[in-house]
């Protein structure tokens, strides 16, 4: 049987149906999850989706991180439930706790959509064990508030132990100390990143389809160590 | 100055308007005529209460009731044939146009402007034009699939510009990315005569199945009125106000409302989520009929409801929520509040659309019903406030024929041709000019503004900026898709609008059909000046007839549009801005053609139709001279169908790699953008026997420039011979060269273009 | 150097769906007795002894502001 | 009911490019005098009077400001 990938839906959240339609290239199922329902479905990891949930108003994330689901994301995340967050989903994970830092207004103050290039730093994290360690990918970026920020001492930590997964290069769009694109946690069973993998599947809607080993790098740690039912 | 009314209760019912039929009433500082009063009057025997005042007065608008325009809109009717309306599921007179494009799916797009807002609040203007334009389409059953933003500002470097260009950018973006609408095209085009008035046009497409097709109208007596969304507030009821102040002559140190802002501000948020909720309405067919909220509100949701069903209605204004203190019913009926929608649902599906609201968080409140009768009953505590013939405030509102007259100046402009101005000849001259052309405000890249869009989600955009067209995917699993582009030299329709307008369509339909698609309808918005003047109601008249015969020869239907007047900065109208919109029909989306050069190994490149000696109206007659005059290129319009037909056609037998209409610019544009945009060099050869600037410079219409593989060449080639579309060898593809080679002009190297391409709107406009 | 403030809030009659927002939340946080909730922007500015009241005052309501939907107020801090 | 006003800044060793453009384009439209300007958000609470101000920092702490980057002050207002 193919893993359960469930991908949370917050109202206004925007990239859930690209997240599935990952999920489901990858080879595994997409499952969704509602906001305002505590019960994980059963599911083997969870993918926090971009967008605006509950309008980013406050501060990217503040509200969702409080949503009945992200209670038990929390929990799973503890026993080593793989859990990814991209952009909106990223900054969901930082303001709960799951990952350190936060994300602050892009430094020249625009909403920015590109193409970008990022260099894979680490290879170990349950979404990128797929990836040859210094590759280059390129991937659409599309946020408004991903500086990534975070004390110095948090920012030598990450690096010091390797949890800096992917970095801007050529250009940094965002003003990211160090960056930074995307961290893992200590376990590597936690991913968030701003820029979104799930918009590069398929060249031709995305710039590659160079985002497609972030999910296939989850089917092989659901393989190896399959996250412990709860 | 009215006498302070002994008799006046709290409440202005029908009962108290039959009982002081003398009252005097601020009809004109609502901005009705004499005679439109006298006609209200006319109409319900008496005199309006105030709510039926304030409703007559917003639809009695122009911008509600198409008074200067209905008249010439007819035209669109009039030209549009049996054969073009066969696609044609519904048209103009709808929220929204529909067409089928095959495989059971129907496609709805519309353009709507909102400049005047955005010119005093920047940003929450354009943020509300883009939800308005949205709920128009929701408004259609169709979930919305793409937006896009054509806009007009002043000179670049005008402070002014400044202030508004970055507003108007950032509050597209805001909302429209809040939404989670790919944002897959539009314009940016800077003229004089914008800066006191830009135009803010907003377009949206969106897609249903043939069958889900929601069209509004009340039917089916005893069916109740469901208004859901946001609360209503005091936003944009502006001279409404004046209704509540205790004497009507606009002192504002009484006991009265001050008049207030028409500016909305926007929830994108509560937006995205009323979508979700209506998506899943329409799904699980709880909706009778439903009608977005935009300008007139309440008054216009609830007329255009009334009179396109086949009973009357009554509301009960006391049970809208509201979000200010102390509202009347005629302001609560004219709040143009943001995010609402109104649906018309059988009593038995009242608690499942209630619990559909519920799960999305959305208001939702029951305020009335669909009655036998025929009439529009308002009750505000149980007193009736409003009772009217439905119709006579929707669809029977004053008609003007105004005077129209061409201006004598336009001899003027027309003697003053182009010929006059020194041209570059030189191959320094002309290698100085091209740069000069790329890194002009008018012609430089507009990346900074389109950065500031996701034009990735939802996955399924497969070109947007900067190619010829937005195409996004409609069916995954079929990969059937549509491609828009929107378009309007107004420089050309100054010159000449009848002419002009026809080459904003024909510039539409090539850049459609420059991405691989069929061009199958046509919406437009129609940007002028005051209709009071003469001179503009016949540009107005020139433009409409222009686009009628266009859509007439080119075989596809006008299926909707919008019409703004009184852009103008003083007594300055703005130039003519008939912006037109195309939407055309892949089959499949993977044979989109797009800009780039460079993705076969050996490309040759065919510049495909004729080039004339045709600078009037041009950009280089601009940038290099600040002139305007002579007459536009002439469009051929056959020429076009048969452009497009060779390019589609080349797009399913895969012969082209790469495709750009030429316009703006001409050729030598066309050949930098190519080349920047696919990172890749190239060299162009001109005809020696032809005037290298004409060939670089003209803006002739009816032309692209195509890249196809060598291997394909020939069968390229003989297809346009055959079937009589001129084309010439104009070059190749040179991927090792990392430069533009154009012969006897020079090289370019393509990080020196990409430097004067790109470095202009960062320059000017980064804070 | 004084230092001024600048708050900056939606008039009342204008929609405030970022205070909106952040009331509902703290109902649903279990925090009680919150009624309204209005959200706007606070800045601090470093300035010389000798600009003025009448200065700040253009600062705020041309540039900090827009009048048409926001209202303002200026105040000088001691430190 | 009282009023309850709670300033949320970037904390000071936080880049802060809203507050840098805004000095900018104070110093470009001719304004003389305005060294720093630091940009943050201003809420206005309706808090009913049994609300103390432990809640109060509680909702400030743990919601309004995210301490990682912000810092916040509360003040109850007369009226
Ligand atoms: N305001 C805008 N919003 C989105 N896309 C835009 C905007 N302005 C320009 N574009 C895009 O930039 C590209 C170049 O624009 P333009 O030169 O006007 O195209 P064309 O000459 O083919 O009509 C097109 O893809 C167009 O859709
Ligand atoms: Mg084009």
């Not at chain 1, 892009?106 to 040859?132: G, I, M, P």
């Not at chain 2, 929220?95 to 402007?113: H, P, Q, R, Y």
């Not at chain 2, 007839?545 to 852009?567: I, K, R």
């Amino acid at each position: 049987m193919s893993p359960r990938i469930g991908v949370i839906t917050f109202p206004g959240t925007l990239d859930d149906v690209d997240a599935c339609r990952a999920v489901t290239y990858s080879g595994a199922e997409a499952v969704s999850l509602w906001h305002g329902d505590a019960d994980l479905r059963g599911v083997d990891a969870v993918i926090v989706p971009g967008g605006f949930s509950y309008g980013d108003y406050l501060r990217c994330g503040a509200i969702a991180r409080f949503a009945p689901v992200m209670g038990s994301v929390v929990e799973a995340a503890g026993r080593g439930m793989p859990v990814l967050g991209i952009c909106n989903g990223f900054q969901i994970l930082c303001e709960a706790g799951l990952l350190p830092g936060a994300l602050v207004r892009n430094e020249k103050l625009h909403f920015v959509c590109r193409d970008q290039w990022l260099r894979v730093e680490n290879t170990t994290s349950a979404w990128s064990t797929r990836y040859e360690p210094g590759a280059e990918i390129l991937v659409p970026l599309k946020s408004g508030e991903g500086g990534y920020v975070a004390d110095e001492a948090t920012l030598d930590e990450l690096e010091g132990e390797g949890r800096v997964v992917f970095r801007y290069v050529d250009g940094n769009p965002n003003g990211s100390r160090r960056d930074i694109a995307g961290i893992r946690s200590a376990d590597g069973r936690v991913l968030g990143l701003m820029p979104h993998p799930e918009h590069a599947i398929d060249a031709l809607t995305g710039p590659s389809d160079d985002g497609l080993g972030v999910f296939y790098s989850a089917l092989d740690a659901l393989a190896d160590a399959p996250a412990p039912v709860g | 100055m009215a006498a302070p009314d002994v008799d006046t209760p709290a409440l202005d019912t029908t009962a108290h308007a039959e009982r002081t039929p003398e009252l005097t009433q601020p009809y004109r500082e609502l901005g009705l005529a004499d005679d439109e009063y006298v006609r209200i009057r006319e109409i319900l025997g008496r005199r309006p209460t105030d709510a039926e005042l304030a409703m007559y007065s917003v639809m009695w608008s122009e911008h509600c009731s198409y008074k200067s325009s209905k008249r010439h809109l007819a035209y669109f009717g009039e030209t549009t044939t049996p054969e073009m309306k066969a696609k044609m599921l519904a048209g103009i007179g709808e929220n929204a146009g529909v067409v089928d494009i095959g495989d059971g799916w129907a496609v709805t797009f519309k353009v709507e402007s909102h400049n005047h807002p955005s010119y005093v609040e920047p940003y929450q203007g354009a943020a509300t034009g883009v939800g308005g334009i949205v709920r128009d389409i929701l408004a259609m059953g169709a979930r919305p699939l793409a937006v896009a933003d054509p806009l007009r500002f002043g000179p670049a470097e005008a402070p002014d510009t400044r202030r508004v260009l970055p507003g108007v950018v950032a509050g597209v973006a805001g909302y429209g990315n809040c939404l989670g609408l790919p944002n897959v095209g539009g314009e940016v085009v800077f003229d004089e005569s914008y800066a006191g008035n830009p135009l803010v046009n907003a377009l949206c497409v969106g897609a249903m199945r043939t069958e889900d097709l929601h069209l509004a109208h009340a039917s089916g007596t005893g069916n109740k009125i469901i208004l859901f969304g946001a609360r209503t507030g005091l936003d944009g009821i502006g001279g409404v106000s004046v209704l509540a102040s205790e004497t009507f002559s606009g002192d504002e140190s009484g006991g009265g409302r001050k008049k207030l802002p028409s500016v909305q501000v926007g929830d994108p948020f509560a937006e995205k989520v009323l979508i979700e909720c209506c998506l899943e309405l329409f799904d699980k067919r709880l909706v009778v009929g439903i009608q977005d909220l935009g300008g007139a509100g309440l008054s216009c949701a609830t007329s255009e409801l009334a009179a396109a069903g086949d009973g009357g209605m009554r509301v009960d204004l006391d049970r809208v929520p509201l979000r200010a203190e102390g509202m009347t019913p005629a302001e609560i009926l004219s709040s143009e509040s943001q995010e609402r929608m109104c649906a018309v649902v059988r009593p038995s599906d009242v608690d499942d659309f209630m619990a559909v609201c519920r799960k999305w968080d959305v208001l939702a409140t029951e305020i009335g019903e669909v009655t036998d009768g025929d009439t529009l009953v308002v009750r505000w505590n149980g007193e009736t406030v409003v009772d009217v013939p439905p119709r006579t405030v929707a669809h029977q509102g004053p008609v003007y024929d105004r005077p129209f007259a061409r201006p004598k100046e336009q001899d003027t402009i027309e003697a003053d041709t182009p010929d006059r101005l020194a041209r570059p000849s030189t191959p320094d001259e002309l290698r100085e000019t091209v740069l000069r052309m790329v890194a002009s405000p008018e012609l430089a890249s507009r990346e900074w503004v389109t950065q500031q869009y996701d034009r990735y989600v939802r996955g399924n955009t497969v070109l947007a900026q900067p190619s010829d067209s937005g195409v996004v995917r409609v069916d995954e699993n079929t990969g059937r898709g549509v491609a828009v582009a929107t378009d309007c030299n107004s420089r050309f329709v100054r010159l000449d609008p009848y002419e002009g307008t026809r080459l904003a369509l024909a510039e539409a339909y090539r850049n459609v059909a420059t991405s691989g698609a069929m061009p199958v309808a046509v919406t437009n918005c129609l940007n002028f000046g005051s209709p009071h003047d003469p001179g503009v109601m016949w540009q107005f008249e020139r433009a409409v007839h222009g686009l009628a015969d266009g859509c007439a020869e080119l075989g596809v239907p006008v299926t909707g549009g919008n019409v703004s007047f009184y852009n103008q900065t003083g007594e300055q109208a703005i130039l003519p801005t008939p912006v037109v919109g195309v939407l055309g029909v892949l089959d499949d989306v993977r044979r989109r053609i797009p800009t780039g050069i460079g993705a076969e190994a050996g490309e040759s490149l065919l510049l495909l139709g004729e080039t004339r000696d045709e600078f009037g109206g041009s950009a280089w007659a601009r940038v290099a001279h600040g002139h305007l005059g002579g007459t536009p290129p002439t469009p051929d319009l056959a020429r076009e169908r048969l452009l497009a037909e060779i390019l589609v056609a080349a797009s399913r037998d895969g012969l082209v790699s790469a495709a750009h209409d030429l316009s703006d610019g001409g050729l030598a544009q066309a050949a930098v953008e190519m080349a920047l945009i696919g990172q890749c060099g190239a060299r162009v050869v001109l005809d020696p026997d032809a005037d290298p600037f004409v060939q670089l410079f003209s803006e002739s219409a009816g032309r692209a420039l195509v890249a196809v593989p060598r291997s394909e060449e020939l069968r390229f080639t003989e297809m346009c011979s055959a079937r009589g579309l001129p084309w010439r060898k104009t070059g190749v593809v040179d991927p090792g060269a990392g430069a533009l080679h154009i012969q006897d002009v020079g090289d370019f190297g393509l990080d020196e273009l990409r430097a004067a391409w790109e470095g202009t709107l960062p320059a000017l406009f980064e804070s | 150097m004084a230092r001024v403030v600048v708050d900056v809030m939606p008039k009342p009659e204008i929609l405030d769906p970022q205070g909106q927002a952040v009331a509902g939340a703290l109902g649903r946080l279990g925090f009680q007795g919150v009624g309204g909730v209005r959200q706007g922007k606070h800045f601090e500015l470093e300035v010389d002894d000798d600009v003025d009241d009448d200065t700040l005052a253009r600062i705020a309501e041309g540039f900090l502001a827009n009048p048409v939907i926001e209202e303002w107020t200026v105040r000088r801090v001691e430190r």
